[in-house]
């Protein structure tokens, strides 16, 4: 059974910090991972894709993968109030299109 | 156009009702997907169509049922649903393989 695991949080963090926000997945075979933003009561978001070790910047966002460890990452610099959201970390085996979601981090940026 | 569209935004029925939801891409996507969520949780994944034809259905009981018209368009019959089918219907579309985009979902409720 693949898994994605992420904690439940909430994270919280004063705005203008780094939030780091972290996920594992027991799949060797997941090629491709992905970070959703979904705010309360509205629909996930994609932010970022990963597809090889290393980081992965755009703009704010920083994506860290590590097939070793298995772990996959999402730092968010400069964090803003509007950042206050459920992060969803999914993965792909890239087989049948089928994501695999973790439960997600609430983060709660604070003034 | 990098729009998911779906409709009806809210939906309330009962549990003799026939209703279907409607979703739309413009993006040229060759697999589009149907999810649920529950409240505090991760989109659980209904369906999948690629190329048009079902090719995932993640034993989702019969009372849901998927039409892919064409390759812009997927639809969700419900029939004879349950109040515990109350949830956000998601509608995905991705490359064949790859990123998903959501719609911004239905709101469900069975009463």
């Known amino acids: 059974q693949k898994e994605v695991e992420q904690n439940s949080g909430p994270l919280s963090v004063p705005e203008g910090a780094i939030a780091s926000l972290n996920c594992t997945y027991s799949?060797?075979?997941?090629?491709?991972f992905f970070w959703y933003r979904q705010y309360s009561g509205k629909s996930p978001e994609l932010i970022m894709s990963?597809?090889?070790?290393g980081d992965k910047e755009d703009g704010r966002f920083t994506a860290q993968l590590n097939k070793a460890s298995q772990y996959v990452s999402l730092l968010i610099r400069d964090s803003q109030p509007s950042d206050s959201a459920t992060y969803l970390c999914?993965?792909?085996?890239?087989?049948?299109?089928?994501?695999?979601f973790g439960t997600g981090t609430r983060l709660q940026v604070t003034l | 156009d990098t729009e998911v569209t779906q409709t009806p935004k809210h939906l309330v029925m009962g549990m003799t009702n026939k209703k279907s939801l409607k979703c739309e891409q413009h993006?040229?996507?060759?697999?589009m997907y149907w999810y649920k969520q529950k409240a505090k949780k991760p989109p659980e994944l209904m369906f999948v169509?690629?190329?048009?034809?079902?090719?995932i259905n993640e034993s989702v009981p019969s009372r849901f049922s998927p039409e892919c018209p064409n390759s812009s368009l997927l639809n969700l019959h419900l029939h004879a649903l349950q109040p515990e089918d109350s949830a956000l219907y998601l509608c995905?579309?991705?490359?064949?393989?790859?990123?998903?985009?959501f719609g911004p979902g239905t709101r469900l409720t069975v009463l």
């Open positions: 995905a579309s991705s490359q064949e393989l790859g990123e998903q985009f």
């Open positions: 799949d060797r075979g997941s090629q491709s």
């Open positions: 990963i597809y090889s070790n």
């Open positions: 999914a993965d792909d085996t890239g087989t049948a299109s089928k994501l695999t």
């Open positions: 993006m040229g996507h060759r697999a």
């Open positions: 169509y690629s190329y048009e034809k079902l090719s």
